[in-house]
């Protein structure tokens, strides 16, 4: 699989180009509004002396960092406020490849493929580990292929694409698999307002130097286009090279983004100040009434699918039908609905086809499938 090259981009340009209106159901971009607070921070921020439209603090505002600081449980001085999550991630994994002995990244399949991608560019060598049938990944499996060739093991829970939520015990012994080979957990918790099962568990919750917790506000508050995430990285006091990984993720920091625009860490920081619980409650069961009527829907065509306990996705198998970027342009063409080749996620789905429900059009989605697989597969 060629990670090196994002498809998104392209079925997300054939899906618009199509002759037929087409539901988008590609990516994982929100369709609804963020918190009114965020908005109210913008305006503000419109006004401020222009003293403040110079550069922040290269690691991030620091009210910001304190506010992730206190929520997450940690010291400010492990928060690094990132170009969202993906800069988060490559702060990690180009970190750890740095610090650490082995050039080995561990990743799921199927794997988000910006993880393989860029372990593919920071030349790393890619071990994959197949979830099971329903999507959980067996920690065991990870111990017996990681060693101290391994610098990281990244996961990512709720998961996209296969939408599980990782207990704790899966959580806890990924952890204890990266201490025992010398290597980091890096740990990609984008998803954390949107666990359905009541079993998400953060990777800071286990105490240990080996690991790195990254996140973002993109999809916990519809902002993907504002680019603010943060990793967590170990305390300085622990051992080297753990206790090195902050820092030295700073200096890259500082040397490729210089820092995150200012307007949005200030927007951000007054939205977490002043959105309550409610928000992200309801942003939860708007999906979770999307899940159940795009998976019922499912049901009816004799499509195998995915029942998210987390995240945006549901991964179906349709009849006869494959996952290549060939079928999902068939589907587009046929059916006017649009999701992700299971192939661009790995080997393991390369037969599913992945939908995003971040569309009002869900429901219709569900019923153009529905209607066009009534008859059988109509190919
Ligand atoms: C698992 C995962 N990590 C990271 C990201 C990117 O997040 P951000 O927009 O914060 O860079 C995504 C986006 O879809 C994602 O699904």
Known sequence: MDYETPQFFRVMKYASEAEGDVIDMVSGNPDWEPPEALREGLYEYADVDSGQFQYPPSVGLTALREEIAARRGVDRSRVIVTNGAGEANHLAMSGALEAMDGNEIIMVDPVYPYYAGRAGMLGADRTYVP???????????????????????????????????????????????????????????????????????????????????????????????????????????????????????RTRHMLTNVATSRPAQAAVLHALEHTGPEYHEAARDRMEERIDHFTTALDETGAEYTDPEGSFYVMARFPDVGGTLEDVKWLIDEAGVAGMPGEAFGESRADWIRFALVSPRVEEAAQRLDEFFAEGNPR
């Open 131 to 249: 979830v099971d049938e329903d999507g959980h990944l067996d920690a065991g499996t990870v111990r017996d292929l990681a060693s101290k060739e391994t610098a990281a093991i990244v996961v990512n829970s709720p998961n996209n694409p296969m939408g599980v939520t990782y207990g704790g015990d899966t959580i806890e012994e990924l952890v204890d698999v990266a201490e025992d080979c010398d290597a980091v957990l890096v740990s990609d918790e984008v998803y954390d307002h949107f666990d359905y099962s009541g079993k998400f568990r953060s990777a800071l919750s286990v105490d240990s130097p080996s690991r790195i917790v990254t996140n973002s506000f993109s999809k916990s508050m519809a902002i993907t286009g504002w680019r603010v995430g943060y990793a967590i990285f170990p305390d300085a006091d622990r051992p080297v090279p753990y206790g090195d990984l902050a820092d030295a993720a």
